[in-house]
Each structure stands twice: as structure tokens, then as C-alpha cells.
């Protein structure tokens, strides 16, 4: 009995990271963007794009890191157009995210379709994925390794110091002779680049491709990243909890006797307790969501 | 005597060299023209004042001096180099420093990662904090400047910021220092002590700007003063040669003249009364400790202290912000210790709040909006569901108008307006609400002559008609002029409240400090 007990909770507990590795991706990402000042809501969209591009490259290429790399430049890619929309045009930030998911479900069930004989999803053949490496896939080393290295970034590092201010004053970053929109635009297109890394795991994990797999994971490493109060290490810890529910929900289907629907509501409802139970604490950076003008924002004082 | 002058003049001009010299400056906002055709010329070493009302364009030119707003036209050298206006420019590249009307500080970073952002000491990417510290306090030793490095900006009291600031100016080498009143948000101490750093300052050999609305602080630091009306330059005169009244007609263009509505009237009976008022707070187990006020009909009590003694958390306290922690509050008779801000805005107590740009305007909002705050239930104002409008609008030009505010544009966005005719729009709206009592703190802080006499007449014409006035002030010589009680302010306790009949500003000077009990 105990012995089951033991298995279980092993089996629990690399649950619990196989899950967070998506989150921890993304969540860094939106780390990078919305640090820099910019609200990153098409995280979601940006996964999958992620997803589609990682699968369909590594279906045509057998070569799996290929599709990592390139689901890495197709979110940097897609990072371009939403710090274009809304640093250059200086477009609502919410909307442009939203446009971005809404592209992302279109586009990649429409290039699937094209590609795979009009199928929606498609499945990887075994060695067209990525090789364990452990209990995990690499790419798990590489989400953790890069939690931490964006935490160094941020706190130790010129570049670091940099994005925090433009996205908490960017005046006064400016007054300083900081680049403000230079610094804004690279913070979102490596928060593409994070968030595809993070969409391209979930079909190297699941063996296959399927129309909207992200189901919100997109979103729920956005709340990752205000529960871990808007950094990387609290957004790290944040996605762990997350992916502890959405293992524990796994585990329980068929165990207890509950339907299934509403096991799997249960990461869902965690990430709203969590966000309910930390509003008002999580102070998010001072100017986010504010473009940055030299001359129009207030130069009058 | 002339000859003296014209003698003393040339000896400037041949003697000391230009630092600065801005010519044909010209800056428009659409058809409003900041600054016209402006020329200023800076010598070395001097501590060159900069003068004119609100929204005379002082920081716009300063703006354009520092690089941060583009001429329509115009030349600036510094020395004999001429900086590429017309290209775009960083004022610290060319020595250039300024310490901004709003402090440009981020408020989660600590004292040290503000004085740095920029222009930071790395070794390859990593931020080097260990030599960026070790420059840092040899300049604090250098110029008597001392603050503690690891604070964060937002635990910081402004007088503190501010030299935060005047440390980020020197880490860059900055030779030419702009001021932009660096005096209004500043306690009479913390004005004395930045005076001495100007001293420092200038004996180290900088070059300073500053600009002011007080003509006593022009008097007592500046060597030359340049005053600014509507964009344009009135003249630059050597301090030996001007005195504040006539540069008081410079700036407003013509005389002012000193009448004051007349005081007669004072009742006994009580208008607004805390009783052992009390306020614990995380950081201030003292903030308020028993206080007792009195406000009565027809009277203005003035309330004065060193800024930082509790008389922010006394204002939010009264105006129903802030709950006490113990202690009751009365408005004609009616308990109103539980009643929200909202509810006693309607009973009729109207408040100028002392950070007029944090707590008293939404920004990004117009001026019409902006002018409706608070006011939005008030029947001629809006209907049941619709905002009326064209009643809005009258309302705002009126304001505009009487308050001398300009532009007079009421569908403009606030934030465009000067620092000092934001605060106009504040207080226009407060003063123009039918309130019975007023509760004001600091209400001509960083406000020009003009308007201060505006404000300070519209106080006493609503003590005059039997209304009360709640009055918080820093400003000594503004409390002597208006209260009719005063009650001196010392670390959260009213140390004594006098007749006005029988203050010294000596005495109040001294229970300020806490000095005499
Ligand atoms: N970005 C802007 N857009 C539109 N108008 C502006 C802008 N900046 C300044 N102005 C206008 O230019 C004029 C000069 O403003 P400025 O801030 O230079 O005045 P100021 O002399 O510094 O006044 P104060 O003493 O109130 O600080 C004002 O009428 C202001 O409304
Ligand atoms: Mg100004």
C-alpha cells in the first residue's frame, strides 16, 4: 500500500514538471514583455504558433531540434508584429494580443489543413520527436535554465536594470538616454521567442499536433506571472502549483469517483483562487500598457 | 549711479565667459507658441534665475535646452559648440544636467540603480554596483550630500528625492545644472540646505538654472535673472540692479495691487471638530496622537508645521479617506467619523489636496472631465444618465477664464497643460463647489504670484461668507497672512493653538522645531 503511495507520488511530482514546463516558458516570456512595459495577452497565440511550427518542421525535416529552433524564430516572428502593432503604431495593447491569438487558431489549423491533406492534427513518428534526457525531455532543462537566467538578467545585468525601468518610468529612463521603444521591442520579441520555445514542447510531449492545443495555457502563464508578482522565480514557482493541479487532475481521472469534467477544471479554478487570492498584492510595472512618446506624454510640467 | 551700472555690466559680459547661449528659440503645441523667439545667454559659474508665471514656458525651454523637446527654430551653443537641436540631442552628453519640476526617479529601484540608469559602470554585461557605489559616495563627500544608497525611492521623503537627483546629476559630470523649481515641494529647512549645495555647487564651478516662483529665493541666490511672460523674453537683469516688485511687474505685466477682500465676521458657533483624533499606521504608530481641532464659521484655522509631521495623514483623516484609529469627527453638530470621502464632499466639505497631480487630476482625461470630478452628481451638471454637456462646457470656459488658466481650451488633455496651471484647474474646481468648509493643504504650492492672490483671496471671501477654512501650509508667511487661529503641527501632536493677534512667526518658528513646548 505504501509502496503504491510512494509510486503515486512520484509519478505526481514529474507530473507536476512535465506540466509546468509549457507555463514556465511562457510565463518568462510575458516576464520580458510586460516588464518592458508592453502587455503580452497573445502569449496564447504565440504558443501556438509555436506548437504548429515545431511539429510541422520536425514532421517534414525528421529533425526534431529544427523544429525547436524554428518554433523559437516563428514566435520571435510573431513577437515582431505584436511589438510593431503596438510600439511603432502605437496600438492598443489588449487588442493587438487578441488579434494575435485569434490569427494563431486560424492560421495554424488552416496551414495544417494545407500541409496534411486537410487534417487539423497530426501525429509525430517516434523519431521525429525529441529524446529523453532523464525523466524529462531537454527541454525542460532549458525552461528552468532559462527562468533562472532571465532572474540573473533582470537583477544583475545593465540590460536587466534597463527593462525594468522603461516599463516603470519610461521618461525617466529616457532622460537618462536609454531607448525606450528599442528596449520595449526587444523585451516582446524574446517574449515570442520564449513562448514559441513553450508551445513547441506540448507536441513533442504529446507526440502530436492538434487544432488549439494550447487550451490556455497561454493565459494561465500570464496569471503565473502576476501570482509570481512579475517575476521570473515567483512566475517559475507560480507555473509549478499550476502544473501540480493539472497533474493532480490527471492522476485523479479514474481514480476518484467524480466525472471527468469537472476534474479538469480543477488547474482552472486554482489559477482563480490563486489570482483572487493575490489581487492588490502584485503591483505590475508602474507604465505597462502606456506607449511611449518623448513629446506628448506630459512634456509640460 | 547708471554709469556705475553700465560699468558693472560690461565687466560681466567681458569678464565672464558664456556657458550657454540659446538663440531664437521658437516652440509651438499645435496654435499655442510656448516660446518665442527666445535668447538667453548663461555665463560661466553664475546662478542664472529663471522667472514667469504659469505656463510662461520655463520648463519648455529648459525642455529644449535639456534635449528632450525639438525647437521649431533656433540655435544653442554651450561654450563654443553648437549642439545639433535640429537632430536631436542628450542634454549629459554635452554636460548638461536637469533636475526636473516632476522627479524622473523610478520609485521601486533603490537610491544607487537610479543614480546609475544609463550611464552604468559594467563589467561585460553584469552591472558593476561595487564601483558605481565607491564613485557615488566620493561625491556625496565631495559635495555634503548624504542619503542612504540602498533606500528605495519610493520610502523616500521628496526632499530626499531630490537629491537623489542632484546625485544623478553630478555622477554624469554635468557642468550646467537646471533646477526646475526645486523649491516648491521643499520644507523652509530643506530649502536652506539645498541653498548650501547651490553654494557648493557653484564654488566647484558648475553653472546653474533655477527656476522659481518665490522672488525672495531669486534675491538671495541668483546672480542674473531672466523673466518669461507668454513665451516671450521680458529681460535679464543682474540681481544689484532689480528688486521683487519690479520684477513682479515684469512677469505679470503690470502692477499688482496688494488689496484684500476686508474680514469681519467670526461666529462662535462650531463648523468642523475632530475630537482625539488618532492614527496608528504600519510604519507610524503616532501619525495622529489626540488631536483636537475646532473649525468655526467664518474663521480660518490655520495649520502650520515642517512638512512630514502628520499633516498629510491629518488631511486624509478629514476628508474621510482614512479612517482614524480613534476619535470622532464632527460637521455641524453631525457625527461624520464613519462617512466616506464621497459623502461628505456632499454634505458639503470641499478639499484641495496637497499633491495636486497625484491625488487631484486623472491624466489622459480633458480638462472638461477633469473639471467634473466629484462634481458629476450635481443636478446642473447631469441628468439622470446622460452628463450635460453644454452646462460642462460653460462651466470649464468660466474656470479657465476667471482662474486665468491657459490655453483656455477645455476639450485639451490635461497633461498638457504647465505643472503650475494643472494645479489651477484643481483648486478652480474646489473653490466653484458650493462647499460650507474648506479643507486646503498647501493650496499655492508651485503656483505663480498672480494666482497665489487668486487662491488666497478666494479663501477669505469664503471665510467672509460664513464658510470655514481647514488651512494646512507649510508656508509660514501664508499662514500669518490668512488664519485667524493658528495651530502648530509637531510629529503628529498640536503642540498650541494661538490667536493670530498674539503669533510671532519667531514663536511659531520655534514650536515648529519642536523647540519650545
Ligand atoms: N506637450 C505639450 N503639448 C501641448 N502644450 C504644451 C505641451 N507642453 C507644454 N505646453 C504648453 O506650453 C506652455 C508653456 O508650458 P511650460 O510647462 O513651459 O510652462 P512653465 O513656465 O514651466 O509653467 P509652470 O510655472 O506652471 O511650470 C503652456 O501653456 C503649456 O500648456
Ligand atoms: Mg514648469
Redesign the interface.
Known amino acids: 500500500m505504501s509502496d503504491v503511495g510512494a509510486a503515486i507520488g512520484i509519478s505526481l511530482a514529474l507530473a507536476t514538471v512535465r506540466k509546468a514546463v509549457p507555463l514556465v516558458f511562457a510565463s518568462t516570456g510575458g516576464f520580458f514583455s510586460e516588464r518592458s512595459g508592453i502587455i503580452n495577452i497573445g502569449l496564447e497565440g504565440m504558443m501556438l504558433f509555436g506548437a504548429f511550427s515545431g511539429a510541422i518542421i520536425a514532421y517534414f525535416s525528421h529533425n526534431a531540434w529544427l523544429g525547436v529552433l524554428g518554433a523559437a524564430f516563428v514566435g520571435g516572428l510573431i513577437g515582431c508584429l505584436h511589438a510593431f502593432a503596438t510600439i511603432q503604431l502605437k496600438a492598443n495593447q489588449i487588442i493587438s494580443g487578441v488579434a494575435i491569438n485569434m490569427l494563431g487558431a486560424g492560421t495554424t489549423v488552416f496551414l495544417s489543413q494545407v500541409f496534411i491533406h486537410g487534417e487539423r492534427s497530426f501525429s509525430l513518428a517516434p523519431q521525429d520527436r525529441l529524446p529523453a534526457l532523464g525523466p524529462f525531455l531537454p527541454l525542460t532543462y532549458i525552461a528552468f535554465g532559462l527562468a533562472i537566467g532571465a532572474t540573473v538578467f533582470s537583477y544583475?545585468?545593465?540590460?536587466g536594470?534597463?527593462l525594468?525601468?522603461v516599463g516603470?518610468?519610461p521618461?525617466?529612463?529616457?532622460?537618462?538616454?536609454?531607448r525606450v521603444n528599442r528596449i520595449r521591442f526587444l523585451g516582446v520579441v524574446t517574449s515570442g521567442v520564449c513562448a514559441g520555445l513553450g508551445g513547441a514542447y506540448l507536441p513533442f510531449f504529446s507526440g502530436s499536433f492538434a487544432k488549439n492545443m494550447t487550451a490556455g495555457q497561454g493565459f494561465i502563464a500570464l496569471a503565473a506571472l502576476i501570482f509570481g508578482k512579475w517575476n521570473p522565480m515567483g512566475a517559475l514557482a507560480a507555473s509549478l502549483l499550476f502544473g501540480f493541479a493539472d497533474a493532480l487532475q490527471e492522476t485523479l481521472q479514474g481514480r476518484a469517483h467524480l466525472p471527468a469534467q469537472a476534474l479538469q477544471m480543477v488547474p482552472y479554478v486554482v489559477t482563480m483562487i490563486a489570482l483572487a487570492g493575490v489581487i492588490g498584492r502584485s503591483?505590475p510595472p508602474?507604465s505597462i500598457g502606456k506607449p511611449y512618446e518623448?513629446?506628448v506624454?506630459?512634456?509640460?510640467? | 549711479m547708471v554709469l556705475e551700472n553700465i560699468g558693472q555690466r560690461q565687466q560681466h559680459s567681458d569678464g565672464r565667459s558664456v556657458a550657454i547661449r540659446m538663440e531664437g528659440i521658437t516652440k509651438r503645441f499645435g496654435s499655442l507658441v510656448a516660446n518665442h523667439d527666445i535668447d538667453l545667454s548663461v555665463y560661466q559659474g553664475e546662478v542664472h534665475a529663471l522667472v514667469g508665471e504659469n505656463g510662461a514656458g520655463k520648463t519648455t525651454l529648459m525642455n529644449i535646452l535639456y534635449g528632450m523637446v525639438r525647437p521649431d527654430s533656433g540655435h544653442i551653443f554651450v561654450g563654443t559648440t553648437e549642439l545639433p537641436v535640429h537632430r536631436g540631442f542628450l542634454g549629459p552628453d554635452y554636460g548638461i544636467g536637469m533636475i526636473h519640476q516632476h522627479f524622473m526617479l523610478v520609485r521601486p529601484f533603490s537610491v544607487l540603480e537610479n543614480i546609475i540608469l544609463g550611464t552604468e559602470p559594467r563589467r561585460g554585461i553584469f552591472l558593476d554596483l561595487v564601483s558605481a557605489r565607491r564613485k557615488v559616495v566620493d561625491l556625496m563627500g565631495r559635495y555634503g550630500i548624504e542619503i542612504d544608497l540602498d533606500r528605495r525611492v519610493e520610502d523616500l521623503s521628496v526632499g530626499e528625492e531630490q537629491r537623489v537627483e542632484i546625485l544623478k546629476v553630478l555622477y554624469r559630470n554635468a557642468r550646467i545644472i537646471i533646477m526646475d523649481e526645486p523649491t516648491a515641494v521643499l520644507t523652509p529647512q530643506e530649502i536652506d540646505r539645498l541653498f548650501e549645495t547651490v553654494r557648493m555647487l557653484v564654488a566647484a564651478g558648475h553653472t546653474l538654472i533655477f527656476i522659481t516662483h518665490k522672488l525672495e529665493e531669486v534675491m538671495e541666490i541668483a546672480d542674473r535673472v531672466t523673466v518669461l511672460r507668454q513665451g516671450r523674453v521680458v529681460g535679464t537683469r543682474s540681481i544689484q540692479e532689480v528688486d521683487p516688485e519690479e520684477l513682479a511687474i515684469m512677469m505679470v505685466g503690470r502692477k499688482i495691487e496688494a488689496t484684500r477682500p476686508v474680514r469681519r465676521t467670526r461666529s462662535a458657533t462650531s463648523l468642523f471638530r475632530l475630537e482625539n483624533i488618532c492614527l496608528r499606521t504600519p510604519r507610524n504608530l503616532d501619525a495622529l496622537s489626540s488631536i483636537s481641532l475646532d473649525v468655526r464659521q467664518g474663521e480660518i484655522l490655520g495649520i502650520c508645521g515642517v512638512e512630514g509631521n502628520g499633516q498629510d495623514e491629518l488631511f486624509e483623516v478629514a476628508i474621510g479617506i482614512r479612517k482614524p484609529s480613534s476619535g470622532k469627527i464632527f460637521f455641524q453638530d453631525e457625527e461624520i467619523t464613519g462617512l466616506s470621502a464621497a459623502r461628505r464632499l456632499r454634505l458639503g466639505i470641499g478639499h484641495i489636496p496637497p499633491d495636486r497631480i497625484r491625488m487631484g487630476i486623472v491624466p489622459g482625461m480633458t480638462v472638461k472631465e477633469n473639471i467634473i470630478l466629484g462634481r458629476h452628481v450635481e443636478p446642473e451638471l447631469a441628468g439622470s444618465f446622460f452628463l450635460k454637456d453644454r452646462a460642462i462646457r460653460n462651466l470649464a470656459v468660466k474656470l479657465l477664464h476667471d482662474y486665468g488658466i491657459v490655453p483656455p481650451a477645455p476639450e485639451a488633455d490635461i497633461t498638457t497643460f504647465s505643472g503650475g496651471n494643472q494645479q489651477k484647474i484643481v483648486v478652480a474646481r474646489e473653490l466653484s463647489r458650493k462647499a460650507r468648509l474648506l479643507i486646503a493643504s498647501q493650496p499655492t504650492r508651485g503656483l505663480d504670484i498672480m494666482a497665489t492672490k487668486l487662491i488666497h483671496d478666494s479663501l477669505l471671501e469664503h471665510a467672509e461668507n460664513g464658510g470655514g477654512v481647514l488651512l494646512i501650509s507649510a508656508d509660514l508667511a501664508e499662514i500669518m497672512d490668512l488664519s485667524d487661529r493658528i495651530a502648530v503641527m509637531y510629529r503628529g501632536r498640536i503642540l498650541r493653538v494661538l490667536e493670530r493677534e498674539h503669533a510671532s512667526e519667531e514663536q511659531l518658528g520655534l514650536l515648529m522645531a519642536g523647540v519650545a513646548g
Open positions: 544583475y545585468t545593465v540590460g536594470l534597463r525594468r525601468a516603470e518610468h521618461r525617466a529612463a529616457d532622460t537618462q538616454g536609454v503591483i508602474a518623448r513629446e506624454t506630459e512634456a509640460s510640467t
